[in-house]
């Protein structure tokens, strides 16, 4: 008998900061800063206290999964550069999977869905899945669009979290699933801008 997975998984792709550790397709421990936007502070104590409260180490993990996004630019940074160290240190696979991707897999829906999340300056980011596969782009449109672009599709606006995020790495991990994303996933360019150079 195969044991089951070990994953550890962080979001930090929105204000919040979470991490999760699930054993197989059971959440073990799991933690949820909300709306702080100080994931660079919390994510690495978090991370170590699952760990210490499941009486594990980073080594004993299968897999780090993170969010790639779309969602807050320095949050994702964040949370793929922890996955990323971490992954390294201990030569386990990275698991990187979209913010879209993670809530449409939670909402455990065998029909057409539109994932969603807010995308400020009046825009949403948005991709369309059908029994959590994705069956269109990942990308950004205006709120007013967003009817019209799910059609006779259920739109699920539910945030992701670590917990959603770990079950679904899980789940793929146990289904032989190994070539993952370790690119973020950015759909628009940041908001905040470099100043201009001035003439001298």
Not at 93 to 118: R, Y
């Amino acid at each position: 008998m195969s044991k089951d997975s070990i994953i550890l998984a962080m979001d930090t792709s929105l204000a919040d900061c979470s991490v999760a550790l699930a054993v197989g397709d059971q959440i073990k421990a799991s933690l949820l800063a909300p709306g702080i936007g100080q994931q660079s502070k919390m994510l690495i104590t978090m991370l170590e206290q699952i760990l210490a409260d499941s009486g594990l180490q980073y080594k004993d993990c299968d897999g780090i999964a993170c969010t790639l996004g779309p969602g807050s630019f320095t949050g994702i940074r964040v949370g793929l550069t922890t996955a990323r160290a971490i992954a390294l240190v201990t030569n386990k696979p990275l698991m990187g999977l979209s913010t879209l991707e993670v809530i449409a897999f939670a909402a455990d829906c065998e029909s057409d869905i539109v994932a969603s999340i807010d995308a400020y300056r009046g825009e949403n980011y948005v991709q369309r899945f059908n029994s959590g596969k994705a069956i269109s782009e990942a990308m950004s449109i205006k709120k007013e669009a967003i009817a019209d672009f799910a059609g006779d599709a259920k739109i699920v606006e539910t945030l992701p979290n670590a917990e959603k995020l770990a079950r679904l790495a899980a789940c793929k991990f146990s289904q032989g699933e190994r070539d993952f994303s370790s690119s973020p996933l950015y759909i628009r360019p940041p908001d905040a801008k470099l100043p201009s150079k001035k003439a001298v």
